[in-house]
């Protein structure tokens, strides 16, 4: 015969732990982004294969995709980000695969990504607000923040961001 637990205890076991959940979600809160409009930070790299990269120095839209093999929502965007790399191959907007440890830049190829890659250290994901990943930032021409896109984005929503980081 099993004890039945007194009302007052049943909810405690069930209601803390439930309570301790959302206190820890509503206190973690949604990650803070870089704000839209604002300049985006100094961004100056090697990318894989030797060509240097000046975000300051892009003519047109950039895309910054901050990603780690080991992440599974990065690893399903991937086929949606190489759709608009090979749309914007050509022209002036390009996308930038910055990933943040060595593991992941040697897999890149590997995992279909064609995209320019860069690695990246925690000061510039500090200075760019990553918290989770994938991040994905659009910067305009005159190297504003656009938008900031945390977790897995579309080829449809991201090519309409870049539509409206032309305007």
């Not at 309570?19 to 790299?45: D, M, R």
């Not at 200075?127 to 923040?145: A, C, H, K, N, Q």
């Amino acid at each position: 015969m099993t004890k039945s637990l007194s009302l007052p205890r049943r909810i405690a076991r069930i209601g803390l732990p439930i309570a301790a959940i959302v206190a820890f979600a509503g206190f973690a809160g949604a990650p803070k982004t870089l704000p839209s409009g604002e300049p985006a930070p100094a961004l100056a790299l090697s990318l894989h294969g030797g060509e240097d990269f000046d975000l300051q120095a892009q003519d047109g839209v950039t895309v910054l995709n901050f990603w780690a093999s080991w992440c599974p929502s990065c690893r399903e965007e991937i086929p949606e980000l190489e759709a608009v790399h090979a749309s914007l191959e050509g022209g002036q907007d390009r996308i930038v695969g910055l990933a943040l440890d060595a593991r992941s830049m040697v897999s890149a190829g590997r995992m279909g990504l064609s995209m320019p890659q860069g690695l990246v250290d925690q000061p510039t994901l500090d200075s760019f607000r990553v918290e989770l990943l994938p991040t994905t930032i659009v910067v305009d021409r005159e190297g504003r923040v656009r938008e900031t896109f945390v977790g897995a984005i579309t080829e449809d929503r991201l090519h309409q961001a870049i539509a409206e980081a032309r305007e």
